[in-house]
């Protein structure tokens, strides 16, 4: 792997699969899986096995199938969890166990009633005993986007000593500010000890709606990994969106960071998840949504009819969808509706172009998308009707 590679780690089926109501099967979850592992992620977080034998059962499924990808499972700071999930991963070609404790003060105090001193200890113990059944430990530092650097250094120094080959900095509440998250990491990888030794992960909430650019801020200050979820799927506001990183440094060469993901995969994922899941992702949804390559006011049409690159700056094709699409409306201009009659058939001169323009509008005005099916009859109404077939 080189330095510059950002390695994906993808936790729909763990963190995303958190949303009420979008429980998957085992067989939809191995669906998913051989899917991610196709798309080229170097993660897949495939649930958290002592939760439930359901999950287990994902677990163990998923680690039987994949070819490629790591296969993760979570687990809390608790010896029966880590033991569970060593289990569940015994298929694995490449297991990996993600543990991991809070280490805000609000998690320290309020959840486990606890102290600083003991929350270290833990930490250590946890990665300690992971590492005799696997390799490949993760430690998560829950709550970290809002736990003090210098404590939260402390914890990391403890689970590289345990033995943990990836710290996860999660922004649990998707609290940070960018600039904060990146600090956050830079800061790590200047005073841990041993940091050489580990790779720093982003896990970023979307609380604030800052995900994507808080996962970005970490990797461009020393991260190596993004963990994150197809459509952005997750508790509450979701997670870090997986098809926006990878083409936010795809757009972004000089950054000089890539992964291993086949972005012309991301449309066709993203559609599976969704039915799977049975949430629908918003139309205006970045790369993946409905109109994120839909084009509807006259002046914008007009300009992506004559060069695609004057409101797109991604090529559809790049992220699987076929190509842009000029939308119909009582907003869309005369280059549009030439543009869309001459896909179905009709070369219409100027003249006529008026001609048909006008009750266009008015039917544009009735109507809020106008379809092939209104075009034909648009024009088949029209008195130019006959010279445009005769042409
Ligand atoms: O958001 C979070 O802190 C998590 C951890 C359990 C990794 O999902
Ligand atoms: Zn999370």
Redesign the pocket.
């Known amino acids: 792997m080189s330095n510059n590679n950002i390695q994906i780690f993808d936790t729909t089926l763990r963190?995303g699969e958190q949303v009420p109501g979008c429980k998957l099967n085992t067989e939809q979850k191995v669906i998913i899986a051989e899917q991610l592992d196709q798309l080229g992620v170097d993660v897949i977080e495939s649930g958290f096995p002592v939760s439930s034998p359901g999950d287990f059962k994902s677990v163990q499924e998923i680690s039987k199938i994949v070819k490629n990808a790591t296969v993760c499972g979570?687990t809390r700071a608790v010896e029966n969890d880590i033991k569970v999930a060593a289990e569940a991963l015994q298929f694995a070609k490449k297991p990996r166990i993600h543990t991991?404790i809070g280490t805000s003060d609000s998690h320290i105090l309020h959840k486990f009633k606890s102290n600083k001193e003991a929350i270290i200890e833990r930490a250590f113990a946890a990665v300690k005993y992971a590492k005799s059944f696997v390799e490949d430990v993760e430690f998560?530092a829950?709550?970290a986007g809002r736990t003090e650097n210098e404590y939260l250094a402390r914890v990391c120094e403890a689970a590289i000593k345990a033995g943990a080959t990836v710290l996860?900095i999660?922004d649990?509440t998707g609290y940070c500010l960018p600039s904060e998250y990146g600090a956050k990491i830079k800061y790590l990888k200047e005073n841990v000890k041993g940091i050489e030794k580990a790779i720093l992960s982003c896990?970023c909430?979307n609380d604030l709606g800052l995900a994507t650019a808080n996962s970005i801020e970490g990797v461009i200050n020393g991260a190596r990994q993004i963990e994150c979820t197809i459509n952005g799927i997750g508790e509450r506001a979701g997670n870090t969106a997986l098809e926006e990183v990878v083409m936010v440094l795809k757009q972004h060469p000089y950054l000089n960071l890539d992964t291993n993901i086949k972005t012309e995969m991301l449309y066709g994922i993203s559609q599976l998840v969704s039915d799977s899941m049975g949430i629908y992702t918003q139309p205006n949804k970045a790369i993946v949504g409905a109109n994120a390559f839909a084009h509807s006011s006259g002046i914008h049409q007009d300009g992506v009819i004559k060069n695609r690159e004057t409101y797109e700056i991604i090529d559809p094709k790049d992220v699987g969808v076929t190509e842009s699409a000029i939308v119909l409306t009582a907003r869309s201009g005369r280059a549009a509706l030439a543009y869309r009659s001459k896909n179905i058939g009709y070369e219409l001169t100027k003249l006529q172009l008026d001609e048909i323009y006008a009750s266009f509008l008015t039917f544009a005005d009735k109507k809020k998308e106008i379809n092939d099916a209104d075009i034909h009859q648009i024009i088949e109404s029209s008195k130019v009707y006959q010279q445009i077939i005769s042409a």
Request: proline share 9%.
């Open positions: 963190d979570l991991g998560y829950e709550d996860n999660p649990t896990h909430h």
